[in-house]
């Protein structure tokens, strides 16, 4: 049976797209992913081996007057685009997991009468599931977060959880292969693929005060490789991925110098040049092989830092999170599906600037439930600094009985099965037709 999933725009759709088509291929389904030439689907689906067709969609909301004016304009081709993928490929099904990449094909199909699904994996709806939810053809719609339901039509509505890859699950590579101890906590900080500048800011003078038994695997995101030559100097351990994702509106770029007596000093011009020009190969200090060197630690100049493994982009993510005790990120849909399947604790700094402020939500019902901790992401005397955040890094690792009562909490708001529910949904959906 032919299924073509309808997604795109951010990181979260995209993936929870992927782990439904991970779960259709499983059960013998034949998967198409249609997407916008605008979303990072572009970068990311290839990697994974489906087929991708794309639509001109462009997002409607919070990109200013001019981008709202042309919006219509795009939202005719794309419906266009859509149809003709439509009449070519003939799907018995259609799955959209929410974003602006999926609204005009999803919106295609239903009108059309193709049997269609929809997942949406955020506590507060986006307007593309609040829309197309309520059309005719929609036969059903897949929510993670129970107080997702009372913005959509209700006999719709069944909470099945998070769609998460089944890579997340496993774990490939020890503590060892990022370089690191198997007899000191780990934690694991990151912003995402686009990264955070403010966590990256905080965690850079935080790593100062933090004893020196922690060890961190650090994700910085894409953008640290972009920084002026003045600031390229930082905590470096293994290089970095080559990986270049797409700068979307969740991208915070900033430049921050990274000062002080346990900062490394070896510049990180090599990196930069990397994601420029190698695409694959990590790079290891100045020159291939080689961790990067300087002042770490007490060690002295020239001595290696033994306690971070840091790269601009991890693909493994399951092998990051199965070695870490503890989380910093931010506090998208993701992120909280992929912690709670896992039952990892969490500190959670939601991103300020989100639709309708979703990833605060988010984080106060994993709070609420003893699964994190959250810090916000504001100037206030209590929001995010280094001095907070490595209090609440100290509290919880310092603390066993915590974090075994944070993991336990974690994992009763897990979802593991999501993504084959969903797959079986759509096969039986399809197979009504």
Known sequence: MKVIIATGGTGGHIFTGLAIAEELKELGGEVLIVGSKFGLETSLVPNYGYRLKLTSQKPLLGKGVLRKLEFPFFLFISFIQSLIILIDEKPRVVVGTGG???????????????PTLITEIDSIPG???????????????????????KRLPGKKVTITGFPIRREI???TKSLKDFGLST???????????????????????AYELLPSNFQFIWQTGTHFSLLPKESRSGLLRNGATSSEVPINRDSERGHFPLRGPRTLTSSV???????????????????????????????G????????????????????????????????????GEITTLGIPAILIPYPHATQNHQLLNAQILKREGAASIILDNPSADGLNPTILTNEIEKIIKDPVLQRKMSKAAKKLGTPKAAKIIALRALQVGSRK
Do not use: W
């Open 269 to 299: 011009e090599s990196r930069a040049r990397s994601s420029r020009e190698g695409r694959g190969e990590p790079l290891r200090g100045e020159g291939r092989g080689e961790p990067l060197r300087g002042e770490g630690r007490g060690e």
């Open 100 to 114: 602006f990449g999926s609204f005009s094909f999803v919106a295609i199909a239903a009108l059309f009468g193709i």
């Open 127 to 149: 307007l593309a599931t609040r829309v197309l939810s309520r059309l005719r053809r929609v036969a059903e719609v897949h929510i993670a977060f129970k107080v997702a339901k």
């Open 301 to 336: 100049r020239g001595e290696p830092l033994p306690n971070i493994y840091i790269q601009d982009f991890i693909q493994d993510m399951g092998s990051a999170y199965g070695n870490s005790c503890l989380v910093v990120s931010r506090a998208g849909a993701l992120t909280i």
């Open 183 to 205: 007899k000191n906590p780990t934690i694991f900080i990151f912003g995402g693929s686009q990264g955070a500048h403010s966590i990256n800011e905080a965690f850079v003078k």
């Open 169 to 171: 699950m496993k774990v």
